[in-house]
């Protein structure tokens, strides 16, 4: 049986990695392992090591605590969690929309967030 721990982290893995459009064979190269053992840690069936977290954070350029980011809010009442849904990268239309808002010119981007936030208020 999977630990919802592996779980976490695994999909953090797997968005990560999908975020900056790096496959499975790669990241897997990166790191010096098969592709279909990076499958079995993104779906948690095959716990990480220390060492091997550490190797696939610097892979994939983000601190090794990034994948146990949202891992506190899983244990919240509903009532005490944000209004952000908690499996947000595990949607593939808001994966879209980051890695689009991120490929737009910082000045441009700015403009967008503003405009963003203003609709949000409205709503």
């Known amino acids: 049986m999977t630990h919802p721990v592996d779980v976490h982290v695994g999909k953090r893995v797997r968005h990560r990695r999908w975020l900056i459009g790096m496959t499975q064979q790669q990241l897997a190269e990166q790191v010096g392992i098969k592709f279909q053992q990076i499958q079995k840690y ?54 879209d929309l980051v890695r689009s808002y991120y490929a737009i010119p910082e000045n441009q981007r700015r403009r967008l967030f503003e405009l963003a936030r203003v609709l949000s208020d409205v709503a």
Do not use: Y
């Open 42 to 95: 993104e779906t948690g069936a095959n716990r990480v090591s220390a060492s091997r977290l550490w190797d696939i954070a610097d892979a994939l350029d983000v601190p090794v605590s990034f994948f146990f980011e949202g891992l506190e809010d899983a244990d919240r009442p509903e009532g005490e969690k944000s209004m952000v849904p908690a499996d947000l990268m595990g949607d593939k239309e808001a994966l």
